[in-house]
């Protein structure tokens, strides 16, 4: 069972009676203790399900708040319906939390021993239950290595809220060797640029009624955990045409884990019949400078994305230099557009301002005739709450629309 909800959603398998009502203490809303072993496997996800949404933290700035509330600053009252930051507080409720995981993982070697066969699908369920609570064990803990955290976002969309789009992603811990490693984690940009896709994906050039419209190819630069290309990807799986989505990134952590979200969500090496998902290397800097011909970017694309992506002086630069090759030219039937969501950061202002100044606007004079640039077509300001629980605290992102003119 999953929460249905607009907005994303960072926990798993959470029972739909939530939204409804207040969060109730672990003491009282687990299985008891002593009756774990006996406890269906179902139940017991279940169970880990709720503790995940208790104690694992939101993704800072994932939540929009919608242009029609009638006072922004009050959506702060929102933040915590359920009094979820006080029950996280409670030292008793997450003391109780530690001793339930603590007995369930502890579980591990009596289901071995009942065990008949190490590979039947009870055992795998089994298996997995038990990683599940060793990870989320460590998180309550407090433990420093326990960096791995799980999510199935939830998305619902469609004219009606009639469909679901569900996208499983794994954070890994940060490198603290490599700064670059940031991009192993999933940031509230990714979550925005998702669900505005969702939102409309007319507007960024998807699901169209076309039906002699080719393949489409669909590149997210600096795609981290991949969030957004997957959340493309489940939207365009049944749909026509197909499409080809590359995500790619730089760093070999964020490759390697950005490559094991891929294959979760689409397990066939080729993804579904109608989309291709795969993830590839592309160094801006290097490409910038000598653009190579090689697959996946020896043809240019219809759509590039990009989320979080500005936070050095040099980056707009170098993705604008990246587009130039990359972005395909627009034609009677196409306008490809390079879309970018930042968070207004006051600790990277001069870094974000550099996508004004680099890409410039359109003007509404260009001579006709003139070479086509890439330019700023759009621009819209979204307000997202931070998610602290602390008062009014939100975080503002630039979302541009950026094409060739």
Not at 2 to 24: C, E, G, P, W, Y
Not at 76 to 93: C, I, M, Q, T, V
Not at 234 to 242: D, H, I
Request: net charge negative.
């Amino acid at each position: 069972m999953h929460i249905d909800l607009k907005t994303v959603i960072d926990t798993s398998a959470l029972t739909n009676f939530l939204r409804d009502m207040s969060l109730q203490p672990p003491s009282t809303r687990l299985p008891p203790i002593r009756k774990i072993a006996s406890q269906p496997t179902e139940e017991l996800s279940d169970a880990l399900a709720y503790l995940r949404h208790i104690y694992i933290p939101e993704i800072r700035g994932a939540r929009r708040i919608k242009l029609n509330d009638t006072d922004a600053s009050s959506s702060s009252k929102a933040l915590d319906p359920n009094g979820l930051h006080e029950l996280r507080a409670d030292a008793f409720e997450r003391s109780y939390a530690l001793r339930w995981l603590t007995f369930l993982v502890a579980q591990a070697e009596i289901w071995d021993s009942e065990s008949s066969t190490t590979e039947s699908p009870q055992s795998v369920l089994r298996e997995a239950l038990i990683q599940d609570a060793a990870s989320l064990l460590a998180i309550c803990s407090g433990t420093a290595a326990a960096g791995v955290i799980v999510r199935d976002f939830v998305f619902r969309h469609g004219p009606k809220g009639e469909k679901t789009s569900k996208v499983h992603i794994k954070d890994v811990p940060l490198d603290n060797r490599d700064y670059g490693s940031v991009g192993a984690q999933t940031w509230g940009g990714a979550c925005v640029l998702a669900e505005t896709i969702l939102d409309d994906p007319t507007r960024f050039g998807l699901l169209r009624n076309d039906s002699s419209a080719e393949n489409l190819r669909i590149l997210e630069l600096g795609a981290g955990t991949g969030l957004v290309s997957l959340t493309v990807g489940k939207l365009l799986q049944n749909a026509a045409p197909s499409a080809t989505i590359i995500a790619t990134d730089y760093y070999p952590s964020v490759l390697e884990n950005l490559e094991s979200n891929i294959r979760h969500n689409f397990p066939s090496p080729l993804g579904s019949k109608a989309v291709r998902i795969s993830s590839h290397l592309l160094d801006w800097s290097v490409f910038a400078k000598d653009p190579a011909q090689n697959p996946p970017f020896d043809a240019p694309f219809d759509l590039v994305l990009g989320a979080d992506i500005i936070y050095e002086a040099q980056h707009a630069i170098w993705i604008k230099s990246c587009l130039m090759t990359l972005l395909k030219k627009p034609s009677q039937h196409s306008d490809p557009l390079f879309h970018l969501i930042i968070p207004l950061r006051s600790t990277h202002s001069s870094e974000s301002g550099t996508v004004d100044s680099v890409f410039s606007h359109m003007s509404g004079d260009a001579a006709s005739g003139s070479e086509m640039d890439l330019k700023i077509v759009d621009k819209e300001i979204i307000l997202c709450d931070a998610g602290s629980g602390l008062g009014p605290d939100q975080i503002e992102y630039a979302c541009y629309k950026i094409g060739w003119r």
